[in-house]
Structures are given as C-alpha cells and as structure tokens.
C-alpha cells in the first residue's frame, strides 16, 4: 500500500534559521506529491505539490523537489519567520487509486523563536 | 471565491448519539472528500463523492457514512458514537478526481464525544 514518512518532530528554528523537512514516500502507481501547512485551530493549506519526477513545487518561499529515484519530497526554506510556525503534512495522491485520495505522513510541527 | 465550509465547527454529543456533520464545497468543485484527524491516528481518508456517488472508502466501520448532492454539498454521518469518534473531522474539495487535483481544506468540525 501507500505510504509517507516524515521526520518526527517537534523542530525549533531561530528566525531566519534554514529548514529542512523530510518526506519519503511508499506508493504503488506514479504519485503526485504535495505539503499542507495546518494553523492552530484551521484545516489544512496547500502550500505546494509536484505531479512528476523532478518537478520543483515552490511557495512563499518553501521548494520541494519530486526524486523519484530517492522516492522523497524534502521541503526547504532558506530563512524562516516566526509566522511559519505551523505543523507541516507531505501527503501523496496515487493515480493507480483512480481517484485523489490522500496519504498523509504524521505530521511535523515547527516552531520558530524569534 | 468562497472557500470550503463546514457546519458546524464545535459539537459535543454523549456515546451511542448520532451526528451529521455538513460541508460546502468551493463553487465549481465536483469531487468532496472526508478525513479524520486525532492526535493517535493522524490524518485518515474516510471517504470521497463525486456526482453524488461514493467511489472511493477508508477504513472505517459502517457506522460512518455519507452523502453528496446534486449541488455537491455533502454530509457526513455518524451512527452509535463512541469515544474514540473525538476528532476533527476535515473536508475537501477539488474540481476533478484525478490524482493530481489539488484539494482545497476545510477548517474542520471538532466533534467531542462524552
């Protein structure tokens, strides 16, 4: 089946601190790859998503990059704010499901110190 | 445009109640989709509609069930609730049911069982 490891966390950053995400994924067909953020007390944001092998999903200043040979989706951004404190979800949408159903990994939050 | 709601955002029902939760999918959408996030479990696919038909299903017992309409509207129920039915329940919405439609949160109902 489908499946999607993150890296645990918590993860405490200092402001303008670079950050790093990890995200493997399990999937049986071709994915489509995505990052939700989640604010306290919201749903879920899309803040990218790449739909083939080393396509480069990029928003407010967050990249992720589609590998398939590694099977990740790593999410970076070079200088975070404490308004980026937020817990950060990859999930992944599998064409062999004929559908878009979402796997999600765990879930990891970040907070930013000023 | 308007984004996706859900009605209502709180509830607090006692165990063997009942519950129907309401989602309105952003203007256009045809495809709504239903996830369940708690703390243990994560973010789980519960089901998803599309032209009123249910195609896909997660793992979940018989208790939880839905419908869409022919607006697109949809609703969620919840027959003999128990404790471990506590959760934010989470809809979405995407244009299509391809795998590489994004789908676009909801800011959940927060449903507490006694």
């Known amino acids: 089946g489908n499946s999607v490891t993150q890296m645990e966390g918590p993860v405490t950053l200092s402001e303008e601190a670079f950050l790093t995400i990890n995200c493997t994924y399990t999937a049986t067909g071709y994915p489509s790859l995505f990052w939700y953020v989640q604010y306290p007390g919201e749903g879920l944001q899309l803040l990218l998503k790449a739909t083939k092998a080393d396509d480069k999903g990029s928003n407010k200043g967050f990249e992720a990059t589609y590998r398939k040979e590694t099977t990740s989706f790593h999410l970076e951004k070079g200088s975070v704010q404490v308004s980026d404190s937020a817990v950060y979800f990859c999930?992944?949408?599998?064409?062999?499901?004929?559908?878009?159903?979402?796997?999600f990994g765990g879930g990891t939050r970040l907070m930013v110190k000023p | 445009k308007a984004g996706v709601t859900q009605t209502p955002r709180y509830l607090i029902k006692t165990r063997g109640q009942q519950v129907t939760l309401s989602c309105s999918p952003i203007?256009?959408?045809?495809?709504v989709s239903w996830y369940q996030q708690t703390p243990g479990q994560g973010l789980q696919f519960l089901f998803e509609?599309?032209?009123?038909?249910?195609?896909n299903k997660g793992n979940f017992p018989g208790r939880f069930s839905g419908r869409q309409f022919s607006n697109s509207r949809s609703e969620m129920n919840v027959s003999t609730l128990e404790l471990g039915d506590s959760a934010l329940y989470l809809c979405a919405s995407s244009l299509e049911r391809t795998s590489t439609d994004t789908q676009y949160f909801g800011p959940g109902t927060r449903l507490t069982v006694l």
């Open positions: 999930a992944l949408s599998d064409r062999s499901n004929a559908g878009n159903m979402l796997t």
């Open positions: 203007s256009g959408h045809r495809s």
């Open positions: 509609y599309f032209s009123e038909t249910q195609r």
